[in-house]
């Protein structure tokens, strides 16, 4: 079936880095352009970026431009995001999330992974 | 970056009630809204798109209307597990935005 998956989040303290990853599966995932999307502890959705399908257009957040870089394997369908220069309020549980529309910049997400918690203290 | 701002922050409702969430964005996005249903410690679930178009599998109990700024999402016969928190989310223009949530409780 359609699947995300993601990993990789941890405990890091401030200024710290991380790289979070996102399985995909069960669909034609170079097709896709993907996104990660955090929620901060009792707090609402915020978009963090996306990627194109092929890799070769980027867009961030302003409040992790600079710091956050995506990309992208469509060999091993998988998605990552490096998080560098890590900050408290960077502490959220991440998502990667599909567009329903195959080469679809903007659209709603259907497919979600379950997330990965990232914490951002010393 | 286009704003939407969502209400109310928070409902209590009972089974079988209607109820009605609105989102108002802060520009016209001619009705590229989506809603997702969020349940604690779960990821959101999309359950209309484009304003009104109903995602596969969701209950036509849920609806959605609107045009211009302002949306509706509309649950009519409320069922035990339709409580949980509510979102909204314009995809007319980058950077995506949502709604600060509705949090539906009994």
């Known amino acids: 079936q359609v699947q995300l998956v993601e990993s990789g989040g941890d405990l890091v303290k401030p200024g710290g880095s991380l790289r979070l990853a996102c399985a995909a599966s069960g669909f034609t995932f170079r097709e896709y352009y993907m996104s990660w999307i955090r929620q901060a502890p009792g707090k609402g959705l915020e978009w963090v970026a996306f990627i194109s399908s092929s890799g070769s257009t980027m867009s961030y957040a302003d409040s992790v431009k600079g710091r956050f870089t995506i990309s992208r394997d469509n060999a091993k369908t998988s998605l990552h995001l490096q998080m560098n220069s890590l900050r408290a309020e960077d502490t959220a549980v991440y998502y990667c999330?599909?567009?329903?529309?195959?080469?679809?910049?903007?659209?709603?997400?259907?497919?979600w992974g379950r997330g990965t918690v990232v914490t951002v203290s010393s | 970056d286009i704003q939407m701002t969502q209400s109310p922050s928070s409902l209590s409702s009972s089974v079988g009630d209607r109820v009605t969430i609105t989102c108002r964005a802060s520009?016209?996005?001619?009705?590229?809204i989506a809603w997702y249903q969020q349940k604690a410690g779960q990821a959101p679930k999309l359950l209309l798109y484009?304003?009104?178009r109903l995602e596969s599998g969701v209950p036509s109990r849920f609806s959605g209307s609107g045009s211009g700024t302002d949306y509706t999402l509309t649950i009519t016969r409320l069922q035990p597990e339709d409580f949980a928190t509510y979102y909204c989310?314009?995809?007319?223009?980058?950077?995506?935005?949502f709604g600060q949530g509705t949090k539906l409780e009994i």
């Open positions: 520009q016209d996005i001619s009705k590229s």
């Open positions: 484009a304003t009104s």
């Open positions: 989310h314009q995809y007319y223009s980058s950077p995506q935005t």
């Open positions: 999330a599909r567009p329903k529309i195959d080469y679809a910049l903007l659209d709603a997400f259907d497919i």
